[in-house]
């Protein structure tokens, strides 16, 4: 049974951040790393960005191979018994720990249809199917109209692809833009969308539904889980009994 000084659950920039800051104040104390992922953790900036522009895949590798961190690659954390500072994982295996971080950031909302046709960009994996599609596809749709969409599109019409958009808000980047007033938005210029307690009790908006509803699909994040938000603002996805999965918050125990 691995015992670690400081657990990890989580292979991404955070659990990558965290582990540089142990090391600033603990440079002997063990670290363990659990990740899904079969990759060590890598910046996902470039994955949307620089890749497309000729940087070269190493650039994406922190520096977290020489940190003296076990990593168990390709396996998920699946139970958390705190009372116990024990994690079991989904091949059977416990690991024990002094101090817990649950580092498991976000999974991207899954659309009602599509299946695996659609590829749902987030990760080191989904850059290389989107590469490999890129050489045989000439014509691409990206659902979605915020930094990921709107750069996945771009890298995809810079190498000479037809890229069509579909995204439910009045232009791309509006629901980060919003302030800007964009028609259609919530912003100074347009106060029943700012403030829906002004736009009458029972008032309907554009995507209809009641004010609570287009006050839930308002927020980030709050459209598609139907999920309780957590007090630090996460909300858990698709969560099954026991499975530990964050809402994009780190925290020691
Ligand atoms: C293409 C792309 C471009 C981006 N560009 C920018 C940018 O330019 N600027 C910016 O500020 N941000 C950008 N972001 C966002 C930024 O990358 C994220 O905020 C950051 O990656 C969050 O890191 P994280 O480690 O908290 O979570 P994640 O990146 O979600 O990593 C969590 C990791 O934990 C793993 N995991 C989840 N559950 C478990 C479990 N139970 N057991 C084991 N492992 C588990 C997941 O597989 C994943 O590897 C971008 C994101 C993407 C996808």
């Not at 920039?13 to 440079?27: C, Q």
């Not at 416990?94 to 101090?99: G, H, S």
């Not at 002004?198 to 609570?212: D, E, K, P, Q, V």
Request: contains cysteine; hydrophobic residues 30%; positive net charge.
């Amino acid at each position: 049974m691995p015992h670690y000084t400081y657990l990890i659950v989580g292979g991404g920039m955070t659990g990558d951040a965290a582990i540089h800051g142990i090391r600033e104040v603990d440079r002997n104390g063990s670290i363990g790393l659990i990740g899904a992922e079969l990759h060590p953790p890598y910046n996902r900036p470039p994955l949307s960005k620089g890749l497309w522009k000729g940087d070269p895949l190493e650039s994406i590798w922190p520096q977290t191979d020489n940190q003296g961190v076990t990593c168990h690659l390709g396996r998920t954390a699946w139970h958390l018994e705190p009372q116990h500072k024990r994690v079991t994982d989904d091949q059977g295996t416990v690991y024990t720990f002094d101090k817990l971080l649950l580092a498991t950031g976000v999974t991207p909302q899954r659309l009602p249809f599509g299946g695996e046709e659609i590829l749902y960009f987030r990760t080191l994996d989904d850059y290389q199917r989107l590469l490999a599609l890129m050489e045989q596809g000439r014509r691409f749709a990206v659902i979605g109209g915020g930094f990921i969409g709107s750069e996945v599109a771009a890298a995809l019409a810079m190498n000479g692809k037809k890229v069509v958009m579909a995204f439910p808000e009045a232009g791309i980047g509006s629901r980060v833009f919003r302030h800007r007033n964009a028609p259609g938005q919530a912003g100074p210029e347009n106060p029943q969308r700012a403030n829906p307690e002004r736009a009458g009790r029972h008032g309907r908006r554009r995507g209809g539904g009641t004010r609570r509803e287009a006050q839930r699909r308002s927020r980030p994040g709050g459209w598609a889980h139907g999920g309780q938000r957590h007090s630090c603002g996460c909300v858990p996805v698709h969560q099954p009994p026991g499975h530990i999965r964050g809402g994009g918050c780190g925290q020691f125990s």
